[in-house]
């Protein structure tokens, strides 16, 4: 079993940053892909950056793309995300979230995919 918990959201003006953090315990997260997903209230969970087991493979959302990045440091079982440029569009509750075997930019994006999910960090930016 494992466990992804994030931190770093928060209350940001738009134009501004934020870094998400996302801790794995309980297994090493060495051979899963890693992605971040976020909610708006009323709204599907959605895809926004993933990352493969060996960082070999790195997806984006087209609406995040330029202005957010996912790293991974396995040694620490950590993943962030560094947003910048944030606008209101991009206020939600945002998860951490781990699967086996999604190694292809496809797959990565692939919600029903990931069995591991945080509890989720709040990000709001307002206008």
């Known amino acids: 079993q494992g466990q992804l918990v994030e931190s770093g959201g928060g209350l940001v003006e738009a134009g501004g940053s934020l870094r998400l953090t996302c801790v794995f315990s309980g297994r090493t997260p060495g051979g899963l892909s890693v992605a971040w997903f976020r909610q708006a209230p009323g709204k599907e969970r959605k895809f926004v950056a993933g990352v493969s087991p060996l960082r070999e493979t790195t997806v984006y959302d087209d609406s995040v793309k330029g202005r957010f990045t996912i790293a991974r440091d396995n040694a620490k079982s950590t993943v962030y995300l560094e947003m910048n440029g944030l606008n209101p569009e991009d206020t939600g509750l945002y998860y951490c979230?781990?699967?086996?075997?999604?190694?292809?930019?496809?797959?990565?994006?692939?919600?029903?995919?990931?069995?591991?999910w945080g509890r989720g960090a709040q990000v709001t930016v307002s206008s």
């Open positions: 979230a781990a699967a086996q075997g999604a190694t292809t930019a496809r797959s990565i994006r692939d919600r029903r995919l990931y069995t591991y």
